[in-house]
């Protein structure tokens, strides 16, 4: 079955740098397209990076956007998420995600991804 393993997160301070790793398994991960979302306690979950099949374009989130970089290894099966000057309102669990060539809804949007890993927990203090 597929699965989306992340791991990486932790305890940092503001300022701090941080990168997180999702491994996939299960899955052609060459044929998928990969995003990073978000979820504060409270708050809905939200889109912050997404990478295409071959990795040659990426977007990114207006409040993540220069500071967090997505990239993906192919030949591990593996995407990251680098984030830098990482602020409190940063603190979340991230969830990497999956979307397949036949997936129509947003990349933007929860909807538009197939497979879900568990997440890992970042927390940034002030």
């Known amino acids: 079955q597929v699965q989306l393993v992340e791991s990486g997160g932790g305890l940092v301070q503001a300022g701090d740098s941080l990168r997180v790793s999702c491994a996939a398994s299960?899955?052609?991960?060459?044929?998928?397209?990969m995003g990073w979302f978000r979820q504060a306690p409270g708050k809905e979950r939200e889109f912050v990076t997404y990478?295409?099949?071959?990795?040659?374009?990426?977007y990114a989130a207006d409040s993540v956007k220069g500071r967090f970089t997505m990239s993906r290894d192919n030949a591990k099966n593996t995407v990251y998420l680098q984030m830098n000057s990482l602020k409190p309102e940063d603190t979340a669990v991230y969830y990497c995600?999956?979307?397949?060539?036949?997936?129509?809804?947003?990349?933007?949007?929860?909807?538009?991804?197939?497979?879900w890993g568990q997440g890992t927990q970042v927390l940034v203090s002030s």
């Open positions: 995600a999956a979307r397949g060539l036949r997936n129509g809804g947003s990349a933007y949007r929860a909807g538009g991804y197939d497979y």
């Open positions: 299960g899955l052609t991960f060459s044929s998928y397209a």
């Open positions: 990478i295409s099949r071959s990795g040659g374009s990426t």
